[in-house]
């Protein structure tokens, strides 16, 4: 969340009056700088071109056609000249992730003001009140130092409104609420369905479940941990095929909110308990599981965490503290996707060398290979990438047992 970042705003002039706001950005972004008034009567062209300057347009027409005006402007990003993407698969990866970053920016220039309490004061706009509560938190926005900030621009003879934020993340927040409203199905769990919070990496692609549900549970007595539990659905996982306990460990507010209500709408509150951790609990575990982000890449915004692990610091911080935190003859799951080693980013002697620095031997290994659209979509830069990949359950164990002592 930003609850903790210093208050930033936006301020623009409308009907001859200046008027400020508070801005909010969960994707990190900077309050731009330049804000002006669009409506239904505002082109696409025109809208592009602002957008594309570093003008950002705070919308006051009707809401479906703020929509339509986010897909016209994504069919003028995406009929630009492309490039035949570079032969080397770690440049077209950074190169893809420029565009993407790019892409983000213009669509990011559509604006939107909610009043106290989320409301969105346009035509036909959709009551976006409990999805911002459950992305957002309490509407609290008038308390503290952004209270002393709309007090001087009052003073000042500012017309002061409460919020304003992206449409495309709002959009976003509506999506991610629909998600948590109706659920994922997870077949590793017989079907029922996990809810995954805003900001919680979702389990839709259930491949890397499908593993933890069918690997050989250790022999040796004793509790696992799950590290990184995001949603809770691994150790819900865990618990279901017979785990008497599982610790759950996640360092994300949201994630851990969100594990705690699925353990309890799955029934395995009783046997998983969710605890504040960077990585490890105490003790030790006979099982210790860990589905870390899969490509080593610097993130743009603190949503993408989820999916880019900078300098491996999460790999690597499971790896190297795994030996000490085993039972005797237990056993770590490293779950992982090779598609780093495709784009070039990580390759397969690293990670083996990993393992070795990290005191451990590798008992098994089992592997899946994807099943998600893009896999199969010839038009995506990463395609070949995409159509290599497998993901592996990596079954570690300590190389010296008297590590896992000590």
């Known amino acids: 969340m930003n609850t903790l970042q210093a208050p930033q705003y936006v301020a623009w002039t409308e009907a001859g009056a200046a008027r ?42 009707d809401f479906h056609n703020a929509r339509q005006l986010l897909t016209a402007l994504a069919r003028r990003i ?9 032969a ?9 992730r420029a565009a993407q970053s790019q892409r983000a920016r213009i669509l990011g220039m559509v604006l939107v003001s909610l009043e106290p309490g989320y409301g969105l004061a346009l035509r036909r706009a959709p009551d976006v009140r409990e999805a911002c509560l459950q992305a957002y938190g309490p509407d609290d926005e008038h308390t503290g130092p952004a209270a002393e900030a709309v007090e001087a621009a009052e003073g000042a003879g500012a017309v002061v409104l409460p919020l304003v934020v ?5 959009l976003g927040v509506i999506g991610a609420y629909e998600w948590r409203k109706n659920g994922v199905v997870v077949p590793a769990l017989g079907g029922d369905r996990v809810h995954p919070y805003y900001g919680v990496f979702s389990p839709v692609r259930g491949e890397y479940v499908d593993l933890v549900a069918r690997a050989p549970l250790p022999s040796v007595p004793g509790p696992a941990f ?44 009783d046997r998983v308990e969710v605890v504040a951790a960077d990585l490890f609990p105490a003790g030790r575990a006979a099982l210790i599981v860990c589905n870390p982000p899969w490509v080593p890449a610097k993130p743009t915004s603190p949503v993408e965490y989820a999916v880019y692990d900078p300098g491996s610091r999460m790999l690597r911080g499971f790896l190297n ?12 799951w490293l779950i992982l996707s090779d598609l780093a080693e495709h784009l070039g980013l990580r390759p397969r002697a690293e990670l083996t060398a990993a393992f070795d620095a990290a005191g451990l031997t590798v008992l098994d290994r089992l592997d899946i290979q994807p099943r998600h659209p893009r896999a199969r979509d010839a ?21 010296d047992p008297s590590r896992a002592r000590t």
């Not at 080397?88 to 893809?96: E, K, M, R, T």
């Open 379 to 399: 038009d995506d830069p990463l395609h070949a990438a995409r159509a290599a990949e497998v993901t592996s359950l990596w079954r570690l164990g300590a190389a």
């Open 78 to 86: 995406d009929r630009r000249p492309r490039k035949r993407p570079p």
């Open 166 to 170: 992206s449409l495309r993340e709002l």
């Open 20 to 61: 400020t706001a508070r801005w909010r950005s969960e994707s990190g972004t900077p309050a731009p700088r330049r804000v002006a008034v669009a409506d239904d009567r505002t082109k696409a062209d025109d809208a592009y071109k602002l957008a594309c300057e570093g003008t950002a347009l705070l919308w006051r027409g």
């Open 226 to 269: 799950d590290i990184g539990t995001g949603t809770g659905v691994l150790a819900s996982v865990l618990a279901r095929r017979g785990v008497s306990r599982v610790v759950a460990t996640d360092q994300d507010p949201r994630a851990l909110a969100c594990a705690r209500e699925n353990t309890e709408r799955l029934g395995v509150a």
């Open 321 to 332: 503290g795994l030996a000490a935190h085993l039972e005797p003859g237990g056993e770590g």
């Open 88 to 96: 080397d698969p770690a440049q077209a990866f950074h190169l893809h």
